[in-house]
């Protein structure tokens, strides 16, 4: 006898967008969830791959050795963090989307960037755009608290406002997240990981931060997988989604394996890499000398900065 829910009325009203016990409420959601989760370590492989794509295309900066973009970038975020006027900023950004169009790189992942960022920064600075935190010239009428209110031991005005020097310092400190970040993008989406964390070390990183983060890097797509397979391996098996409470105890147990997995697989790896003669300091590449396109890469990058501080005024 076949079951209620594999007949083909059943099937059909499903795919036209009725509602049946098994794609409705609390267990079509049950299943979207788990969907979603897969979709999004589907994208985080994928992004992997794309990535080094990014890193392997015959653009300017894959021709700049890491070194030398490194240099260049820490350069650029001094300059970028002691600029204090927007336009400055906003050359940086400039430069940084250049940059990503002579390296051949996608501009979505720029857009993704400027799109997610400013709103985060945004909420963390946005009181700051009020005169509570930021007095001066009234903008926008937020809130009307009377004489004498008080927020604790804290006096508060007698009207909340948005106030000019607010939103100029709000605006200043989005432009500045959006010029870092910028640079930070271009410069890992043209270099490999190897490649940069050995060039990190070179120049001095301790060698305890460079191999914490190579592993990590070497193994995170190993547990992305784990956790997709742990996911795929429970919606296929799952004919009806049980109880919340059940759910919630297996999303716990699943973060459990996956933590006990992350353990077991470092004293692995270590047990592993100890057998083969390590003894702290990971093994790169040697690099070859800068070229002299090398050179003036951080050379244009140390003028740009000088030019943007002075004119932010910091010299003065």
Not at 158 to 177: P, Y
Not at 180 to 196: F, G
Not at 237 to 245: L, N
Request: glycine letters at 8%.
């Amino acid at each position: 006898m076949i079951p209620e829910w594999m007949r083909p009325d059943i099937a059909e009203r499903a795919t036209v967008g009725a509602e049946p016990a098994l794609v409705s409420g609390r267990r079509g959601h049950g299943r979207y969830f788990v969907r979603k989760a897969l979709s999004g370590f589907a994208r985080a492989i994928a992004q992997d791959v794309v990535a080094d794509r990014a890193a392997s295309a015959p653009g300017l900066l894959q021709r700049i050795d890491a070194r030398a973009k490194l240099l260049g970038m820490a350069i650029l975020l001094v300059a970028s963090t002691l600029a204090a006027k927007p336009l400055s900023l906003v050359t940086i950004t400039g430069l940084c989307v250049a940059l990503a169009v002579a390296s051949r790189i996608p501009l979505r992942s720029l857009l993704r960037v400027w799109l997610s960022v400013p709103l985060f920064s945004l909420v963390i600075i946005l009181p700051s755009a009020l005169n509570v935190v930021t007095p001066g010239e009234a903008v926008a009428h937020v809130w009307h608290f009377g004489p004498g209110a008080h927020l604790g031991p804290w006096p508060l005005p007698v009207d909340m406002t948005v106030t000019s020097e607010g939103l100029f310092i709000a605006a200043r400190f989005v432009l500045r997240t959006l010029a870092c970040v910028s640079l930070v993008l271009i410069t890992t989406a043209t270099t490999r990981p190897t490649v940069l964390l050995s060039s990190l070390r070179s120049l001095g990183v301790p060698k305890v931060f460079v191999m914490v983060v190579a592993m990590m890097y070497r193994y995170l797509t190993l547990l992305i997988r784990t956790a997709e397979d742990l996911h795929f391996a429970k919606m296929s098996r799952t004919i009806e989604p049980g109880s919340t409470r059940a759910e919630q105890r297996w999303v716990a147990s699943g973060m459990g394996f996956i933590f006990h997995r992350c353990r077991q697989l470092g004293d692995e790896v270590y047990q592993a890499m100890v057998s083969r003669g390590y003894e702290g300091e990971a093994r790169f590449l040697h690099h070859a000398g800068l070229r002299s396109g090398d050179i003036a890469y951080v050379g244009f990058c140390a003028l740009v900065s000088a030019a943007v501080l002075a004119a932010s005024g910091v010299w003065r």
